[in-house]
């Protein structure tokens, strides 16, 4: 098996070489491998994630080269979706079964629109460090890659945890909801066998958001499950217990996934009464809003209290195509970006916890507008707010260098997360993060061609944005 990190040397087509995503000037590009070089083969921290836990509890073969490599990356299916390949031919509707390889085929098929795409790029790099496919997929060459992918997924070293060794991850966090019990989570710290540490990472938004599906059911059961009462300071502690659950299993931080990031600081008998309606499904879409942005502001609250640290990803509307959602449910690709506020919508959150000691707030977002105007101007103020790394739709390559160039001028590089991969596709994260390497060192080189920055500095800096800054706003 080869080496997941060094990026492979051939130079044919359809390979990544080993100056892939670095300067195309010579000097500039000297700088950038240079202190690619520092970091190459640095651990992976991986602190934002959607990994399932069980896959390395469980140690279960990958099933097949389509359901590894496709079924499960929404980046990939929402880009042959939208080339005319009906979900259900990737593997999408449990009802309807589909021969892996008439999925692998429809995707060598349509390869060369993943051409210029992060997606492309990662799969490329995956098929290539890790199996040694060095030709371009098509359809000539689907059956033959496909053999050679299945053979390998047979063999030991490619079960889940011999791939977590390879790929040198130090922490994966998952994401998981407020009732799950982090079984498996104990059970993975508990094994002395396997090395590294997979974190829960508590995700409270369908117990938050009266719009969310079964609200009134989430949080009746939290209730229960607690022992709180059905009012509103009952509901609190009811969070607040499961959030000392997942710190008690390892959890460092909190997630929150939001349309638009208002917060509201709300007098308790309104408070209550905005929770009762939302329990009986009266509240009016003013007052629903009203209660997001209140529990908002708790959650950041809490946050000060218990030490979670604190991240928003907010600027998507979730399920953009409701037909699709009806047959395949969330997370299979229509989920699309909106224009987002975080100046006036953070300031009543900020105004009372923005300078708290030990308050850890990472701002993600998909608008790349805001990064300059509003997101790193916080973070150069406010020494509890942090730049989320580029999310979703600009964590590939142009994008990052747009971000990197965008937030580092106003807040520098110590008031980002470092890399975040925000996968749910195991395989990608090695690729993800050598991108992300890449691009950073590209960036720092140019700072030090323009003589901006020393190399001494950039080196330090190229080490420190995979270690020590993910370390430190992750509290690692």
Do not use: C
Request: net charge negative; proline share 6%; no cysteine.
């Amino acid at each position: 098996m080869r080496d997941a990190h060094p990026a492979p040397a051939a130079e044919r087509a359809g390979v990544a070489s080993s100056d892939a995503l670095l300067p195309a000037d010579q000097r500039t590009r000297d700088i950038a491998r240079d202190l690619y070089s520092e970091v190459a083969g640095a651990p992976i921290i991986s602190p934002h994630g959607h990994v399932d836990p069980r896959l390395l509890a469980d140690d279960t073969p990958f099933q097949d080269p389509a359901e590894l490599l496709i079924t499960r990356d929404h980046y990939v299916t929402r880009l042959l979706h939208s080339a005319g390949v009906d979900l259900w031919e990737l593997g999408l509707d449990p009802s309807r079964p589909v021969d892996p390889r008439s999925a692998w085929r429809r995707l060598a098929e349509n390869w060369h629109r993943f051409a210029g795409t992060a997606s492309g790029y990662w799969l490329t790099h995956e098929l290539s460090s890790l199996f040694g496919v060095d030709e371009e997929l098509d359809e000539s060459s689907a059956d033959r890659i496909y053999d050679r992918v299945a053979v390998a997924l047979t063999e030991p070293e490619f079960r889940p945890r011999a791939l977590f060794e390879q790929f040198r991850i130090e922490v994966l966090a998952t994401t998981d909801d407020p009732l799950d019990d982090l079984e498996t989570h104990r059970l993975l710290g508990a094994d002395r066998s396997f090395h590294g540490r997979v974190l829960p990472t508590f995700r409270p938004d369908a117990y938050v958001d009266p719009d969310s599906a079964a609200f009134t059911e989430n949080v009746t059961k939290l209730l229960a499950a607690t022992g709180e009462s059905t009012s509103f300071a009952g509901y609190l502690g009811a969070l607040a217990a499961r959030r000392a659950h997942f710190l008690a299993r390892g959890a460092v931080s909190a997630d929150h996934g939001v349309l638009e990031p208002f917060t509201s600081d709300l007098a308790p008998t309104t408070a209550e009464g905005l929770f009762q309606q939302a329990l009986t499904g009266t509240l009016d879409p003013a007052g629903v809003r009203l209660f997001r942005g209140h529990m908002l502001f708790q959650m950041a609250r809490m946050s000060v209290e218990d030490g979670l640290v604190m991240t928003v990803h907010a600027g998507v509307r979730r399920n953009h195509h409701a037909p699709t959602f009806r047959r395949y449910g969330a997370d299979t690709g229509h989920d699309i970006p909106v224009r987002t506020e975080y100046t006036e919508n953070l300031r009543p959150l900020l105004d009372a916890f923005g300078t708290a000691p030990g308050f850890h707030f990472v701002l993600f977002a998909v608008d790349e507008t805001v990064y300059s105007r509003e997101i790193a101007p916080l973070a150069g103020f406010y020494p509890s707010v942090y730049i989320g790394a580029p999310w979703w739709f600009l964590d590939a390559p142009d994008a990052i260098l747009r971000w990197r160039s965008a937030v580092t001028e106003t807040a520098g590089f110590y008031r980002s997360s470092g890399f975040i991969d925000d996968t749910r596709a195991f395989l990608s994260i090695p690729a993800r993060h050598d991108t992300a390497r890449r691009l950073d060192a590209s960036y720092l080189a140019r700072l030090v061609a323009e003589g901006r920055v020393s190399m001494t500095t950039a080196r330090r800096i190229a080490r420190d944005l995979v270690g020590t800054i993910p370390r430190e706003v992750f509290k690692l």
